[in-house]
């Protein structure tokens, strides 16, 4: 799914260092370190790092759909997702700040990376909705 014309995009390099941090914090911050089996956990914690492991992935993927896609309706759609996307991960911090994660210095770190996304999305999906 990683083509050179991707990896070339600020945007899509911005996607894949957040899915990196979120799911290094993830790990951090699950009590559960088996990332695969967090969604069946009981933990709201575990189930806040699952989410925000999911989410996190997909944005990179929404973000190769739109590039290759000759429809304006897709791009459309996935820009409009990855927005949501974008929201949700900070949901999710917000919920493991609630949860009493006592590193607020990672979860400080994760929203400057989604504060530094945003920008590079909002140049991105200028050009993309042309």
């Given at each position: 799914m990683s083509s050179?014309?991707?990896n070339r995009?600020p945007v ?6 957040l ?33 925000l492991l999911?989410?996190a ?35 999710y911090?917000?919920g ?15 929203r400057?990376?989604?504060r ?15």
């Amino acid at each position: 799914m990683s083509s050179p014309r991707l990896n070339r995009l600020p945007v899509y390099r911005q996607a894949l260092s957040l899915r990196t941090l979120s799911s290094e914090l993830a790990a951090f911050v699950s009590y559960n370190k088996d990332l695969m089996s967090l969604r069946n956990s009981l933990s709201h914690r575990d189930q806040l790092a699952d989410c925000l492991l999911t989410d996190a992935t997909l944005i990179p993927e929404q973000i190769a759909e739109a590039e290759n896609s000759s429809s304006l309706a897709i791009r459309e759609q996935r820009v409009q997702f990855i927005g949501v996307i974008t929201r949700n991960l900070n949901a999710y911090v917000k919920g493991l700040e609630m949860d009493g994660i006592r590193e607020r210095e990672y979860l400080e770190l994760l929203r400057r990376e989604v504060r530094i996304f945003r920008v590079a999305f909002k140049k991105w999906r200028k050009s993309v909705l042309r």
